[in-house]
């Protein structure tokens, strides 16, 4: 069906641009940034449906119903692409991110729905991009095992099996199988290596996630193929990965910010620009709203010293490029999709308007499109805790006194933690002049919640109160931070009351919250007023619980990711260990209820 549906616009267009057939729009007097010669031109673009059909003069593809509109003085670039983006961190339904998303020029993530295919099972998955079609925003499916490894620690197939990963990859809108290294092909558990034979049979692209890797496994990973890496952390990282021909895909999210130390491998480095290129794998809603998205990272590209035009690369032929998907996207060329960003400064990139596939899709900041909204009836009610939420939970069972601790240690932008001993003075389970250590709780919501853990960690900054959500990555369980423990206790009861959200809670106050009933995660309502309540969300953790840490939901819920970035966390089962433990088995879990 996608075959056939690609052949009939690509022959309407090459009619269109043999002036055989009349265009329907026209780009007229633009400046056009050709990204294959980094040249800019003056000229027209001609599209036909979803298509360019021709670029330059045009005029003999203009007929009496042809639209036209005047970009003179504006430059056009092509749409931008996040090569890699978990969708379950940004709060809300695929339509309605397209309402925050499309405005800032991106009109294409590469994605996996991982967390709505643990929670809901591949029906939710399907049903999710079916919403996205007609959305502005692309999606460029790119699943992963995660949803495999399941609810309830690591092996529950009941929701989402390996039959279902097979049936994502063989979707018409999957491109790539994504984190893939030596460590997940060596995983002794069945399934893993028809998913991977599956990927390499239907020509996926096969994505990276080589964390920590370097020398020969490292080298095995590329040798399975690994195209692209979005886990490179450091100046050197980035370079070996270069060397290898590994796409490395900056990463400026909420929790990893990885900008600082990756750029200068182009700037000072001399790494060749077009194997770079942008994601953010996780960023907060407020963050998209008010920084912006793929847009935010090109201008701070630029301020870092990346030449305008390859900081436009990086964000359209580079990462269409490194997904494998560069004859549909990434360049104002013809046969490519018209999907267009019109801006007024190529360094500041003041956006005047997006077209998505020939749609006028954005104007000036805001979003013009109106696909008719997916209904998520039976996708809500998935927060599931049985028993009651008790102060006890919140309570530490150490004998009073001072003791030696274990203490989860994070820093502003990085998602690997640490593991601290510090020593702590605990007073009837609670903690007696803290300093900078919190209390850290997790609890399931997905089979009855019985399951409880508290832990303490590090590295946030909290003065008062707490802050609880659901969103975070792998189990998007209850997580709950804070320093006091009644105020923990009703931000967790708040978020559970919700059906799944976020809520800050200082002094017994509930002083701000945002419900995200669909998956326990996401909201469907329109997204000025989830946007409202997520910033106001960021202003209570800052103003009224007094940290300055940016993205602490985002890093909070790393730290409850007990997969394969070290070294302490925290499950639902309790306190977990990850260490790298040599060539043979890179990475070892070790959960210690």
């Known amino acids: 069906m996608k075959a056939h549906q ?9 009619l269109v641009a043999a002036g055989r057939a009349h265009a329907d729009l026209v ?8 990204v294959h010669t980094g040249r800019i031109a003056r000229g027209d673009i001609a599209i036909s449906g979803s298509r360019i059909a021709a670029i330059g003069d045009v005029s003999h593809t203009l007929g009496p119903d042809t639209e036209q509109i005047d970009c003179t003085g504006r430059y056009l670039l092509p749409g931008f692409i996040d090569t890699h983006i978990h969708l379950g961190g940004s709060q809300l339904v695929i339509q309605r991110l397209a309402e925050v998303l499309v405005p800032h020029g991106t009109v294409a993530v590469c994605t996996d729905f991982y967390e709505i295919g643990t929670i809901g099972g591949i029906d939710s998955v399907l049903r999710e991009l079916e919403a996205a079609r007609g959305s502005g925003v692309d999606i460029l499916l790119s699943p992963f095992f995660a949803a495999v490894l399941g609810i309830g620690q690591f092996g529950n197939l009941e929701r989402f099996s390996y039959d279902d990963l097979v049936a994502l990859l063989e979707h018409e809108d999957c491109v790539e199988l994504r984190e893939w290294n030596c460590w997940a092909d060596w995983i002794p558990l069945e399934g893993q290596r028809r998913v991977y034979e599956t990927a390499l049979r239907l020509g996926r692209t096969i994505g990276g996630h080589l964390e920590g890797l370097e020398g020969r496994l490292l080298q095995a990973s590329v040798a399975l193929g690994a195209r692209s890496e979005h886990e490179a952390v450091s100046t050197q990282e980035a370079l070996e990965r270069w060397e290898l021909g590994v796409g490395v895909q900056i990463r400026g999210g909420s929790a990893a910010r990885d900008f600082d130390d990756l750029v200068p ?4 480095r001399g790494a060749d620009a077009s194997h770079f290129s942008f994601c953010t794998d996780e960023q907060e809603l407020a963050s998209l709203a008010d920084l912006g998205h793929i847009d935010r990272l090109v201008r701070r590209a630029i301020r870092d010293g990346i030449a305008p035009v390859d900081a436009i690369r990086m964000a359209t032929i580079n990462a269409a490029k490194t997904i494998g998907i560069d004859k549909d996207y990434g360049s104002i060329t013809p046969g490519r999709f018209a999907s267009i960003v019109a801006v007024d400064d190529l360094a500041t990139l003041p956006i005047s308007f997006v077209l998505s596939r020939g749609l006028l899709a954005a104007r000036e900041g805001r979003y013009l499109l109106e696909p008719r909204l997916a209904d998520y009836a039976r996708d809500r009610s998935s927060v599931v805790i049985d028993e009651p939420i008790r102060l006890d939970d919140f309570l530490l069972r150490e004998p009073d006194g001072p003791l030696l601790a274990r203490v989860i240690g994070v820093t502003p932008g990085k998602l690997a933690t640490t593991e601290l001993q510090r020593t702590i003075v605990v007073e009837g389970g609670r903690l007696v002049d803290a300093d900078d250590i919190a209390k850290i709780s997790v609890i399931d919501r997905h089979l009855g919640g019985e399951e409880r853990a508290i832990g303490l960690i590090s590295g946030f900054g909290i003065r008062r109160g707490a802050v609880s959500a659901t969103v975070n990555p792998g189990m998007m369980n209850l997580m709950t931070v804070g320093v006091d423990e009644a105020d923990m206790r009703l931000a967790a009861e708040t978020v559970a009351g919700l059906g799944g959200g976020l809520a800050v809670v200082v002094d017994g106050r509930v002083v701000a919250s945002a419900a995200l009933p ?7 309502a329109p997204s000025a007023e989830v946007i409202a309540d997520c910033r106001a969300i960021e202003h209570a953790i800052r103003d009224e619980m007094g940290s300055e840490f940016e993205g602490l939901i985002s890093m909070a819920g790393f730290a409850c990711l007990a997969v394969s970035i070290p070294s302490l966390k925290i499950t639902s089962r309790g306190l977990a260990s990850i260490a790298r433990n040599g060539d043979n088995h890179p990475v070892s879990l070790r959960v210690e209820g």
């Open 6 to 14: 690609e052949a009939q616009e690509r022959q309407q267009a090459a």
């Open 27 to 34: 780009l007229v007097g633009g400046r056009i940034l050709n």
């Open 518 to 524: 669909v998956h326990g995660i996401l909201s469907d």
């Open 265 to 268: 491998a182009i700037t000072e």
